[in-house]
């Protein structure tokens, strides 16, 4: 359930960057605190090639606060990163606004403005 509702939104981010992959690796698994849904976490690496590391991790009960809720997208390349946070997953419903932090060979993070969310 989860995975064809919410992560095949992930994934189709991911697909969108690299392409297809290889071969898909996932387990998805229920929590305590909603015996009735099927699942609500997932866990997936996407195989692409030898020197492509991709994964995926979703946990939609996160409940000890927003210090350490993340919803991101992390890429790394030889020559700069990019960090995108999607502020709607967060304080879910009211959610937080949106951001994107990108370096390039090893210079200091710099904000990119977003408009829209």
Same mark, same amino acid.
């Given at each position: 359930?989860e995975?064809?509702?919410h992560s095949i939104?992930?994934? +189709?981010s991911? /697909? #969108?960057?690299?392409g297809?992959?290889?071969?898909?690796? &996932?387990?998805? *698994?229920?929590?305590?605190a909603?015996?009735k849904?099927?699942?609500s976490?997932?866990?997936?690496?996407?195989d692409?090639?030898d020197?492509v590391r991709?994964?995926l991790?979703?946990n939609?009960?996160?409940?000890f606060?927003? +210090?350490?809720? /993340? #919803?991101?997208?992390?890429?790394?390349?030889?020559?700069? &990163?990019?960090i *995108?946070?999607?502020g709607?997953?967060l304080?879910?419903?009211?959610?937080e606004?949106?951001w994107?932090?990108?370096?390039?060979?090893?210079?200091?993070?710099q904000?990119v403005?977003?408009i829209?969310?």
């Amino acid at each position: 359930m989860e995975i064809n509702l919410h992560s095949i939104h992930y994934f +189709d981010s991911i /697909r #969108s960057i690299l392409g297809e992959p290889r071969g898909v690796y &996932a387990s998805t *698994v229920k929590h305590p605190a909603a015996p009735k849904l099927a699942s609500s976490r997932t866990t997936a690496i996407l195989d692409y090639d030898d020197d492509v590391r991709c994964c995926l991790s979703t946990n939609h009960h996160h409940t000890f606060g927003l +210090d350490h809720q /993340r #919803s991101q997208i992390r890429i790394e390349g030889e020559q700069g &990163a990019a960090i *995108v946070s999607m502020g709607v997953n967060l304080n879910y419903p009211d959610g937080e606004p949106d951001w994107l932090q990108v370096t390039f060979d090893g210079g200091s993070w710099q904000s990119v403005p977003l408009i829209g969310n």
